[in-house]
């Protein structure tokens, strides 16, 4: 399974560059997984409806770029369906076993995802109805991917 996580801007922490390398250790033996930056817009506070949806319109296009047409979109969004790790588990092994083997999580930034990414994603799925910092959610993702694994080879996970 090729794994990709493409993410609107640059992470520039060093304590949760740590946490991403960490898991993206521990994936290697499940998955290929790569992390995709692609460069986010300016975002000023108090921007109006047009610029806000020109932020997200550029920022899609970038994303968009960097997905293939024979890739199962994921996409992380607050309104996006809510799932146990046992269910994400089921979902990634499903479509591990019905060809979908290229799949990409799209991360979105400040301002969200654009309606060209939201339709071409297959699955929105959210963590939370809370807000997370779109580089600490890097983290999270890899992390539940991981867990995903390892429920699938049933193998230990701390609950």
Known sequence: MKIAVIAVGKLKEKYLKQG??????RLGSYAKVQIVEVVDEKAPENMSDAEVQNVKRKEGERILSNI???????????NGKMLTSE?????LDELATYGKSNIAFVIGGS????EDVQQRSDLALSFSK???????????LLEQVYRAFRIMRGEP???
Do not use: N, W
């Not at 269910?87 to 979902?91: D, L, P, Q």
């Not at 807000?131 to 983290?139: G, K, L, S, V, Y």
């Open 20 to 25: 991403i390398d960490e898991y993206l250790k």
């Open 157 to 159: 996970y701390h609950k």
């Open 111 to 114: 301002v969200g995802i654009s």
């Open 87 to 91: 269910t994400f588990a089921t979902k």
């Open 130 to 140: 809370m807000t997370f910092p779109h580089q600490m959610m890097r983290m999270i």
């Open 68 to 78: 293939s047409q024979d890739t199962y979109v994921i996409t992380l969004e607050i």
